[in-house]
Every structure is written in structure tokens, then in C-alpha cells.
């Protein structure tokens, strides 16, 4: 059960982050990796203002007013580095929110060098469920995640709004002659950014959480680049799909790494090799995200093409 | 048939007739000495000519004459290298097609554009005309507000343009005549003042392009709307149009009444290879 509440809690994560990626991915038409950046940001600014014994309206409050002010930051940065290079190809422009990602990183760095204490209203209380104790900031993250992630499905395609914002995803060109205007998806793109890479960050480095620490939090951005990765950057739902798939792989994977190891060492044996190397947590967290991502990104493909050809 | 049709128009919103004359009354454009050039090629060259509020015209002209750079120029899409672009009394030259848009100009392109991530309503309610009350405030905090009446509009425009498919579906897989008419459905959704019809019968057999000129022609006909039909087929202009222009190689050869323009040496020779 334990096992369970944690890949759901971790999915719950990524589908949050890769599912910016991918809105930004539709609105720009390139991988905005500097969003990451906003991640392992929030959660200082967040403990900054914030204590153990904060009230939870505060708490509440506090990450309300960095998500207003994350939103601004993206929009600003969109509108005064991204706008201007627009013409780049999308490769380029990858580049350049690379190098985005590096300098809040170094500001970050900067700002705090001996690292945020963030703590929650939560802390590492728990409740016991099915014979197995759920801490609370697994929930919040599950219910909070889940939330926002259908919030956004709901105003994307049951919202005046949302439709626009598709529409100007799907041909911008034709949808600024139906009056849809860059700058109102400029500034939706942004807030949602805001809203759910706070929230992201958040949730990653809050204490109890399963990847706690802010600077954890960076890794786990750049694992959620896997889902991303499956739904080849434009398809939301297989996104949200491949994200729990992803979560509940790597972390089945990790509670058995006995039993995958002994696999691997009578796989390697079969050959007549004998090996000291032994599968450990860098196996779980690293290699199976990514390993689901590239085979996916071979077998869809392939079937796309087979489809295609029969027309 | 007529009178029918015309009914059914005045029914796509359910204001009394005279506030939708009003609001959808044409407006009349003017282009003067448009020039368009494109990596040292010069698409159009010195375009001139005066469009009144309410006219129907033609552009006809050869593959590769400049018809869709012109309805680029009009809609906005492409800025002119020289020359001024007039809405109404405005000087737009410098105006977006957002702005155009806003200003009641609607676009029909070449070929269908579908967004596939919305459903065939979702794809019409896209031409709704943009206004402050759905704007970024309102999408925040009454995303739902307005969803519901534009909806319903939506359907009756769909039902007006003969989309009897259901409209939940992704038109993805629909016929290529369904999904001109989905577009003309999203034009007409945005009251347009001036209706930019770019090849509207293209892949259409003849009964399809019959019901589509039918549409187009009520519709016009009843709201006064400013029409621009770029198109091949001269029976399409001869039915939709009162004036024609001809252009060959970015300049316009004969401009006037449809069957004298049709049979204007210069453009038999160049565009027909047929008297008319």
C-alpha cells in the first residue's frame, strides 16, 4: 500500500510538471526547460516568509502570492527574451530556456547558498490507512495535483478561454485571423505556469514528501521530462497517462530492486559473464523513466507509420 | 426558398432584427498601391481599388497570381512592403489581423483549418466575436460565463450551414466539403462586417457548392455584409459576385461588373484561354 500512495504521489508530481511543458510546448512551439527553473525556485521564496509554525492560512497565502509572481516572471521573460527570438528555429530557442534554467538556478544559488529550510503547516504527520501509515502531504500532493490537473483539463475544453487557447496551440496563424490575440495566451499560458509550478515545487520539497528536499526537486523536474518525452510533446491525456505509468514503474522498481538485481545477474550469467555491478536506487530512479520514455518513443512512432502507410 | 433561408438567418441570434443590422451592417475597404515582396520577388505590385460597405467582389487570376497575398493583405496576415490598407475610415496598414478581426473581418482560407484537440462545436464557437467579457479576468474567475449562449448560437449556425454531424465529434475524419463549411460556420459565428472567402469551392461536387453559395449568398444578402471571393471557378464569382477583379502577376487587369471583366480580352488571354 505504502509503495502505492508513493508512485501515485510521485505521478500525481510529474503529471503537474510535464503537463506545463507540454501547454508551453503547444502555445511556443519549443521545450521551455527554463520552467524548471520556477520549481526549484518557488519553494525558497515560499520559506522565506513561511516557518514550522506558520498558520496555514499564511501558508496558503504565501504560495498564492509567489504564484501571481511566478506568473509574471514567466510572462516577462516570455515577452522580453522569447518574443524577440521568435524566428529562431525550436531547437534554438531549447537552447536558450536551457540557459534560462541555468541562471535562475545560479541566482537561486546566489540568493541562497545554504539552502531553504521549508517547512509545512503538514509537516510529517500521518494517518493510518488499509494496515499502513499515509503521511498527509502525500495526500495534499495527490488531491492538490489531481485538482489542478483536471481544473486545467475542464477549463481547456469546457471554457471559452481554454478553446482560444487551444485553437492558437493548434494554428496560430489562423487563429490570430479569428481574433485570438498572442498576448491573451501569453498571459493564460502564464498564469497556469504560475499556478502549477509553485504548487510543483511546493510539493516536491515539502518534509514528508517521498522526493523531499529543494534540491531534490530539480532531478524529479528533469525526470518529469520522461512523460513529456511519451507524449511527444503536444498530447495531454497520454501525458497525465504515461506520468502515473512512469511514477508506479520507478517505484515498483526501487521496492524490488532485490529481485530485478537477481534477474539481471542471471541474465548476465546466461552469457557466461560474471559481474560485481549490482542494480541499485540510480537504476530505479534514472534509468527505468527514461528507458519507458526512449522505448515508447520507438514502438509509437512505428505504429504511427504503419497506420499512415495503410492510409 | 429564399424567404426561408432569410428567416433562418435573422434566427442565429435571437436579437430583434434591427439591433443585428446594426451590429453587423458591412463595412467597406480600400487598398492603395500595395506592394508585397518576398525575398526580392514581388508578389503584388501597385494593388489599388475601393471596396463600399455591402459589395460582392471577385478576385480572380492564374496559380501564382497573387490572390491569396492579397487576401493575406486584407485579413492582415501579411503586411504590405508599401501602400495603405483603409477599414471603414481607418488607416489599418499597420493593424493586426487580431485587430481586424475585432473590427468584424473574417477569414475563410484556402485550405479548411481544423484544430484537432477541439470537437466540431468547439471549432465553430472559436469564431465568436472576441469581446471584454470574455477577456483574461473573466476567464479566471467565470470561465463557464457566456459558454453556454455561444453554444447555442454555435448549434444554430451549424444547422444554418448544414453541419448536421454530430457536434461532439473531432471532425478530424469528416469530408472536405464538411470541414469548408465548419469553417464558413466559424466566420459567420464572428458577425462578420467583411467576409474573406479564400477558394471557398475547391474539392466541392456540384450539389455541395450549390448549398455552400446558397449560404453565403443569404447571409450577405441579409446583413449587408462586404464579401471578397478569391476563386478559380468564374460560375462561383458569376453567382456570388457583382464585380470582378482580375489580377495577373501581382497587378490588377481588369477591374468592374463580373461578365464584362469575364470577357475582357486581357483576361481571356491570360486567366481563361476561353471566351466566356
Known amino acids: ?311 | 426558398m429564399k424567404k426561408e433561408v432569410n428567416e433562418k438567418a435573422v434566427e442565429l441570434v435571437n436579437n430583434p432584427k434591427e439591433t443585428l443590422e446594426q451590429e453587423r451592417r458591412g463595412i467597406g475597404f480600400a487598398l492603395e498601391d500595395i506592394e508585397v515582396s518576398f525575398s526580392g520577388v514581388q508578389a503584388l505590385k501597385g494593388i489599388t481599388f475601393d471596396i463600399p460597405a455591402g459589395e460582392r467582389v471577385g478576385i480572380i487570376g492564374n496559380n501564382g497570381a497573387g490572390k491569396s497575398t492579397l487576401c493575406d493583405v486584407i485579413s492582415g496576415l501579411t503586411k504590405p512592403t508599401s501602400g495603405k490598407v483603409k477599414i471603414g475610415d481607418a488607416d489599418s496598414t499597420k493593424k493586426s489581423a487580431t485587430w481586424r478581426a475585432r473590427k468584424g473581418m473574417r477569414r475563410v482560407f484556402q485550405h479548411p483549418v481544423y484544430y484537432e484537440d477541439l470537437s466540431i462545436i468547439e471549432n465553430v464557437m472559436i469564431g465568436s466575436p472576441p469581446s471584454n467579457r470574455d477577456g483574461v479576468i473573466s476567464a479566471l474567475f467565470y470561465p463557464r460565463l457566456f459558454y453556454k449562449e455561444q453554444r447555442e448560437t454555435a448549434i444554430r449556425i451549424m444547422e444554418y450551414c448544414n453541419i448536421d454531424e454530430n457536434e461532439t465529434h473531432s471532425a478530424v475524419k469528416l469530408p472536405y466539403a464538411t470541414k469548408k463549411r465548419i469553417e464558413l460556420a466559424r466566420a459567420l459565428m464572428g458577425n462578420p462586417r467583411i467576409l474573406v472567402l479564400d477558394e471557398p469551392a475547391a474539392s466541392m461536387d456540384e450539389e455541395e457548392r450549390a448549398q455552400y453559395c446558397q449560404v453565403v449568398l443569404d447571409y450577405v444578402d441579409t446583413f449587408s455584409t462586404t464579401l471578397v471571393v478569391v476563386e478559380h471557378d468564374v460560375e462561383i464569382i458569376k453567382i456570388l459576385c457583382d464585380r470582378a477583379i482580375a489580377i495577373d502577376a501581382g497587378e490588377i487587369v481588369a477591374d468592374g461588373e463580373v461578365v464584362p471583366v469575364l470577357r475582357n480580352e486581357k483576361v481571356i488571354d491570360l486567366y481563361l484561354g476561353k471566351r466566356v
Open chain 1, 1 to 311: 500500500m505504502g509503495v502505492f500512495v508513493t508512485s501515485l504521489t510521485l505521478g500525481s508530481l510529474y503529471c503537474l510538471i510535464a503537463i506545463v511543458l507540454v501547454l508551453h510546448f503547444k502555445v511556443s512551439g519549443f521545450l521551455n526547460i527554463g520552467v524548471l527553473g520556477y520549481i526549484a525556485l518557488a519553494p525558497y521564496i515560499v520559506s522565506e516568509f513561511t516557518s514550522e509554525n506558520s498558520p496555514l492560512l499564511l501558508y496558503l497565502l504565501v504560495c498564492l502570492a509567489v504564484m501571481v509572481l511566478i506568473s509574471v516572471l514567466n510572462f516577462a521573460i516570455d515577452f522580453a527574451l522569447f518574443k524577440p527570438i521568435s524566428r529562431l528555429s525550436g531547437s534554438m530557442k531549447v537552447i536558450v530556456s536551457i540557459c534560462v534554467l541555468f541562471i535562475i538556478l545560479t541566482i537561486v544559488d546566489i540568493v541562497w547558498p545554504s539552502g531553504a529550510n521549508l517547512e509545512s503547516p503538514v509537516g510529517t504527520k500521518s494517518f493510518p490507512f488499509l494496515g499502513t501509515d499515509v503521511l498527509w502531504i502525500d495526500l495534499i500532493t495527490i488531491i492538490t495535483a489531481l485538482a489542478v490537473v483536471f481544473g486545467l483539463f475542464f477549463v481547456l475544453s469546457r471554457t471559452i478561454a481554454g478553446n482560444r487557447l487551444l485553437a492558437y496551440a493548434g494554428d496560430k496563424h489562423t487563429a490570430r485571423a479569428y481574433g485570438i490575440s498572442p498576448l491573451y495566451v501569453r498571459i493564460l499560458t502564464s498564469l497556469f505556469t504560475g499556478v502549477m509550478v509553485t504548487l510543483a515545487g511546493v510539493l516536491l520539497a515539502s518534509p514528508g514528501s517521498p522526493r523531499a528536499g529543494v534540491t531534490s526537486v530539480i532531478f524529479y523536474s528533469l525526470i518529469a521530462l520522461s512523460p513529456v518525452i511519451v507524449a511527444r510533446h503536444s498530447d495531454l491525456i497520454i501525458c497525465l497517462i504515461a506520468s502515473f505509468v512512469i511514477a508506479f514503474a520507478q517505484t515498483f522498481s526501487s521496492a524490488n530492486l532485490n529481485a530485478i538485481n537477481d534477474s539481471f545477474q542471471s541474465f548476465v550469467s546466461f552469457f557466461g559473464v560474471s559481474t560485481q555491478a549490482t542494480l541499485g536506487p540510480t537504476f530505479a530512479d534514472r534509468f527505468i523513466p527514461f528507458a519507458i520514455a526512449l522505448l515508447a518513443l520507438v514502438i509509437i512512432p512505428t505504429r504511427w507509420i504503419r497506420d499512415d502507410a495503410n492510409g
